[in-house]
């Protein structure tokens, strides 16, 4: 219970000053009509209440899973073994991911159901699995993580050449989107259960990062190759009419909970059979710390119902709304500003960011700190939203005009910085666009597009998870290289050894 309450406290101070944030606007610039101010409060205890008992079951079952699978990858002879295994696992966890569901959700909606949900989780996730199980076969092989990245976004960059715009931006939107709550933990996990069995401690510490950046370009990867069996040139976006909600309180709720219930028991029950599987097969643990695995699955699946009601019936909504009337004001300035500061806020309320720079901080035994991650994380993210908001409004500034530049720079710095930082970089923009991001910061964009008349909706709002997954490749590889010139200077190891 007191993991629980610590849970608790810990997303309460994370979602909170969007909350306050949300309800200072409504008093001032941007009133709410009827009773959308209540639903988005509603929304808001159900988001703190389901993400604490999601992480709760996370810590429970999710990530002791993934230190199993982990160390069975690892223990294995067989290549073949690490690569069908790790992609089925990469496969169901993003499946389930609840970031990538809100995204796919927000796609249908503004296509019209052209694409339908599931068609983009299915394509997401068969390329995250495809991306996992070759990131736990480099670990196994010891293959250098620079040139295997250089290669993925080589092959990434050749394929955007021949994809449509709405499509670029909603692929790299997914890298980000799948390295949510759920994902983050167990890749990690498997991460760390994977490196922590070499004997080299330098290789561990190495290996201990990077994984999820691998996975996350899967994304990219599932989303362009579906453009290439599906166009969407003639495909127009379109903002369901904001809701005045006048009608009843709770009835948005009410609606909510059986859909999200049923896709949510879908989701994870092949994570569960997997885990039966290997229990029979593998693992063979004792009974209780098998059942204690099971009933963090429930406590995971029970979280996830209640965040996603909270996320669909009572927040998105706003955030469309404060963007729409952001935009609206003449001074376009005030939206790029106001991106700014959400983009510095809304870092500081992701908790997959807070348990990677605990991680980072935990492995480098305390050399690289999280304070100093965190700072640079938060002002990398307000660069992305801001720069966001700045190509809604500016005609002309298209996505891979940041994309491109940003990205070549990412993998420059990848063969000039110490190899930890870049898996912690790569880690690092996946953590960054996480419930926050895919939530409250994509249906902003999306109303202050819907807002700009000549602004494209389908092309203009997406893109902004994946600015706010790039910005931080840059950031944390530039602190690494302040961490390099300190070193050499101070006569320490660049791993923080002497």
């Known amino acids: 219970m ?15 000053p969007v909350v306050v944030l949300v309800i200072i606007l409504n008093f001032t610039i941007s009133p709410m009509p009827g009773t959308m101010l209540a639903q988005f ?73 052209y694409i339908p949900m599931f068609v983009i989780l299915i394509a997401v996730s068969a390329g995250t699995g495809l991306m996992l199980a070759l990131g736990i076969a480099r670990i196994v092989k010891n293959l250098p993580l620079n040139v295997l990245l250089a290669i993925i976004y080589g092959v990434i960059l050749v394929l955007a050449l021949f994809s449509s715009s709405d499509m670029l931006a909603i692929s790299f939107d997914a890298s980000g989107a799948t390295t949510g709550a759920l994902t983050v933990p167990l890749v990690l996990a498997v991460s760390l259960g ?22 996350s370009t899967g994304a990219i990867l599932g989303v362009l190759a579906l453009n290439m069996f599906v166009k969407t040139d003639n495909v127009t976006g379109h903002l369901d009419a904001h809701a005045t909600s006048n009608g009843s309180l709770f009835a948005p709720f009410a609606a909510a909970v059986p859909r999200v219930a049923f896709e949510s028991l879908v989701a994870l029950a092949p994570i569960v059979v997997l885990l039966f599987i290997f229990q029979r097969a593998v693992f063979h643990l004792h009974k209780r710390p098998f059942l204690r695995m099971l009933v963090g699955f429930l406590y995971t699946y029970i979280g996830l119902i209640i965040f996603l009601t909270g996320v669909h019936a009572g927040f998105m909504n706003v955030g469309s709304f404060i963007g729409h009337n952001l935009a609206s004001y003449e001074n376009k300035l005030v939206i790029v500003a106001f991106g700014f500061f959400l983009g510095m806020l809304v870092i500081l309320t992701e908790p997959a ?30 660069v992305a939203v801001g720069l966001s908001m700045l190509r809604i409004v500016v005609p002309g500034i298209q996505l891979w005009h940041y994309l491109l530049p940003g990205l070549l720079l990412s993998i420059v710095l990848m063969f000039f910085v110490p190899k930890l930082f870049v898996g912690i970089a790569f880690d ?10 895919a939530t409250f910061v994509l249906a902003f964009a999306q109303g202050a597009s819907d807002a700009i008349e000549y602004s494209d ?42």
């Open 428 to 437: 690092s923009g996946g953590v960054a666009s996480g419930p926050m991001t």
């Open 457 to 498: 909706l389908l092309v203009d709002s997406f893109g902004v998870i994946s600015m706010v997954a790039m910005t931080p490749l840059i950031a944390l590889q530039l602190l690494g290289l302040i961490y390099m010139f300190k070193s050499k200077k101070s006569g320490v190891s660049e791993d923080g050894g002497v």
């Open 2 to 16: 007191n993991v629980l309450i610590g849970k608790f406290k810990e997303v309460l101070s994370a979602v909170s």
């Open 194 to 215: 994977v490196a922590s069995l070499k004997r080299d401690s330098k290789s561990a510490e190495e290996d201990s990062f990077g994984l999820v950046g691998i996975m």
């Open 353 to 382: 960011v807070h348990i990677l720079t605990q991680q980072i901080e935990s492995v480098t035994s305390g050399y690289i700190k999280k304070k100093t991650v965190l700072f640079s994380l938060s002002i990398g993210v307000a």
């Open 41 to 113: 409060i509603i929304g808001a205890v159900a988001i703190i209440f389901g993400l604490s008992v999601l992480l709760f079951g996370i810590d429970l079952g999710v990530l002791p899973f993934g230190n199993h699978m982990g160390s069975a990858f690892l223990k294995s002879n067989s290549i073949k073994f690490v690569i069908i295994v790790g992609f089925l696992l990469g496969f169901f966890v993003n499946i389930a991911e609840p970031d990538l569901q809100v995204l796919a959700s927000q796609v249908e909606s503004v296509m019209g159901g």
